[in-house]
């Protein structure tokens, strides 16, 4: 079985360039959300999609969005890169209403911005 | 505003050497507390999900508690494959569910 899925592994992109990243959630989940992790910090939460809906946002500019596809994958984009946006994304997959059971992160997309 | 506190930033252990890492949270309201575990370039491992004070969770060498203003991350007889950040975090019943607010992190280093 296998688990959160994210592509690429690794990304080098150049200031003012946009990016978009890849997520196919853990089987069976329905929800998937984003986060940015930078060096020596904590997981930041940047939004979640549910039946193909951002349901919640962080506090990230509209530089970030994203989208949910049918097959509850899905992408997160951002546009106009600056160099604080060199940070880990992790997607984590869940299936609503089931907190108990934890929310399965993938093993992210290293970003760096040059 | 919620907010996760961690501590220490990081610990160094020797093999065997029993500690604690303390989470302290402030929340309006605590739909969940969560501990994962973090290896290098990875994404977070899930450890534990604990709801309410008094309640307790063992994985292997790991024992988690809460209340109702902290929780404890208790390892016991650590081993050097023990050697990770351990992340804390917390759901509030105002943001929707996967919404998890992390502290920064302990770094355990368990050394033979």
């Known amino acids: 079985d296998a688990g959160v899925t994210q592509s690429p592994t690794h990304l080098i992109k150049t200031r003012g360039q946009q990016v978009t990243l890849r997520c196919s959630p853990k089987?069976?989940?329905?929800?998937v959300s984003w986060y940015q992790q930078a060096l020596g910090q904590g997981p930041q939460f940047i939004f979640q999609?549910?039946?193909?809906?951002?349901?919640q946002r962080g506090n990230f500019p509209d530089r970030f969005s994203g989208h949910q596809f049918p097959n509850y994958s899905s992408e997160l984009n951002v546009n106009a890169l600056l160099l604080g946006d060199s940070a880990l994304y992790l997607c984590?997959?869940?299936?609503?209403?089931?907190?108990?059971?934890?929310?399965?992160f993938g093993s992210g997309t290293r970003l760096t911005v040059v | 505003e919620d907010q996760v506190t961690q501590s220490p930033e990081a610990l160094r252990l020797q093999e065997g050497e029993s500690s604690s890492l303390n989470c302290s949270y402030t929340?309006?309201?605590?739909?969940?507390l969560f501990w994962y575990r973090q290896d290098p370039g990875k994404g977070p491992e899930f450890l534990f999900t604990?709801?309410?004070a008094g309640e307790e969770k063992e994985k292997e060498r790991l024992k988690a508690t809460l209340t109702k203003k902290e929780s404890f991350l208790h390892i016991t007889a650590p081993k050097p494959e023990d050697s990770a950040t351990y992340l804390c975090?917390?759901?509030?019943?105002?943001?929707?569910?996967?919404?998890?607010?992390f502290g920064k992190g302990t770094k355990l280093s368990v050394k033979p």
């Open positions: 984590a997959s869940s299936l609503s209403g089931q907190a108990r059971y934890g929310y399965t």
């Open positions: 089987s069976g989940h329905d929800t």
């Open positions: 999609y549910y039946e193909e809906e951002e349901r």
């Open positions: 929340v309006s309201g605590l739909r969940g």
């Open positions: 604990l709801y309410s």
């Open positions: 975090a917390v759901e509030d019943y105002g943001g929707s569910q996967g919404n998890l607010i």
